[in-house]
């Protein structure tokens, strides 16, 4: 009997409602996300995930608003260094444009998202002044004027209101000690909001598309901090939107938040699908490497046996019993997420000769193409060098290209270690190949 899609969908979203209860989340969408015929969408899922028990955090841009209210008023927009310069004359004028958009925010937030499952919810939405700024000042010979940066978030006092159940907004200004007032950025303000809570994750909405990759036109769902800053350095055709996102999310990983979610306002329910489907629609950049990169223990072994058991049959791996899984557990390494083993890689070390034999690469079919292999692989050449190895080597007889491409060499099986020579299968006749470390 086949499951109703929803059925299969809720089943399938039970842990990750679960898994975020209670956990700190910060948003941030731009202010042509408030112009969109979407936006009440928007406010539905975000009076949805604060119905779940998440404690939310929102910030807004006004970039559009900003430019409509300085073009009615005739005053031409200045930039230098793709930072708004903003003089005395135009502070007004954005004061009016953020404060307008933050009250129809607000308004929209306190509606009981009418004509919705959420209609007569309470929400409780607070904002003010939870940001300390000071001004950028002058910048290779550019006077910003009231263009400043976020010195301080009130992250004590937001903390009080997501305790009391409160969704908190807050806008592209920031104020000093002295009573003035700046225009700063809403990329500065969710990051240092990220940052200063400590929050579980960082979702940004973006009016681009979603990340994809150069060559295959795939979307990127996963980047570690290094491949998104490889990216950034290689990647000429990125919108200056996604750059600054990327930029964004290097920052705010590498100052402690865990997850950064790129999601883009196009896809229809993205936070949600983000945060209750496995892979997400978006772009995770995060420091944790494919999430659940471990060591295995023996009660991974038949989540073990599911993963390897089709290439086994298919004889892309050799066939291991239980039994020797069982005595060999500690040579594997795993990648988990959510609770499924979705690859594996074991390292059996022969430190006479300083080689390292890398064996059973598997990645579930759903993961790959997508650089788990290789987390997988650079871990286990990580753990051969902190043992003193070299070398490694791997004996292969479907995935030869795959090793060529990562830097090992053919060998002959007289280049084995000893003990190994005695062990090859002749009617196998797998390929050897070897790699420096």
């Known amino acids: ?251 705010a990983c590498q100052a402690g938040v865990r997850r950064v979610h790129l999601l883009s306002r196009q896809v229809n329910g993205a936070l949600l699908l983000e945060l209750f489907t496995r892979d997400g629609v978006g772009t995770l950049i995060t420091a944790d490497i494919y999430e659940g990169l471990r060591s295995a223990a023996i009660d991974d072994i038949g989540g073990l046996l599911e993963l390897i058991r089709p290439l086994e049959e298919d004889g892309t791996l050799v066939r291991r019993s239980r039994e020797r899984l069982e005595m060999e557990i500690d040579r594997f390494s795993l990648l988990e997420r959510d609770g499924t083993i979705i690859g594996c890689s074991a390292l059996y070390p022969f430190p006479e000769e300083r080689l390292g034999e890398l064996a059973c690469v598997a990645v579930h079919p759903g993961y790959r193409n997508s650089g788990r292999a290789d987390a997988l692989l650079r871990f286990i050449e990580r753990q051969a060098r902190n043992q003193g190895l070299n070398r490694l080597f791997v004996l292969t007889t479907r995935t030869a290209h795959w090793f060529r491409e990562r830097g090992f060499e053919p060998a002959e099986v007289a280049d084995l270690p000893v003990r190994k020579q005695t062990m090859y299968n002749w009617q196998r006749r797998s390929k050897v190949f070897i790699k420096t470390l």
């Not at 500065?188 to 940052?195: G, H, P, S």
């Open 1 to 251: 009997m086949h499951s109703d899609p929803f059925v299969q969908w809720f089943r399938q979203a039970g842990p990750y409602i679960n898994t975020h209860r209670g956990k700190t989340f910060v948003v941030s969408f731009g202010g042509a996300a408030v112009e969109a015929d979407s936006f009440s969408s928007l406010i539905h899922d975000l009076a949805l995930l604060h119905s779940l028990g998440i404690r939310l955090v929102l910030i807004h841009g006004a970039r559009n608003q900003i430019e409509a209210r300085l073009q009615e008023a005739g005053r031409e927009p200045r930039y230098a260094q793709g930072l708004r310069i903003t003089d005395a004359e135009d502070l007004p004028l954005i004061k009016q444009a953020v404060g307008r958009l933050r009250i129809r925010i607000e308004s929209r937030l306190s509606m009981g998202v009418a004509n919705s499952p959420m209609q007569g919810a309470r929400l409780r939405v607070v904002s003010g002044n939870l940001i300390t700024a000071r001004p950028l000042g002058v910048r290779d010979g550019v006077d910003f004027g009231f263009t400043g940066e976020v010195r301080r978030i009130d992250d004590r006092a937001i903390r009080l209101w997501l305790d009391q159940d409160a969704i908190v907004l807050l806008s592209p200004l920031g104020y000093s000690p002295t009573g003035e007032i700046f225009n700063v950025s809403a990329e500065d303000v969710a990051t240092a909001a990220a940052m200063a809570l400590r929050a579980d994750k960082l979702l940004v909405l973006s009016e681009s598309a979603t990340l994809c990759d150069a060559a295959t036109g795939r979307p990127i769902r996963e980047l570690s901090p290094s491949d998104a800053q490889h990216l950034l350095a290689e990647r000429r055709d990125l919108t200056e939107e996604i750059t600054r996102h990327l930029q964004q999310a290097l920052r």
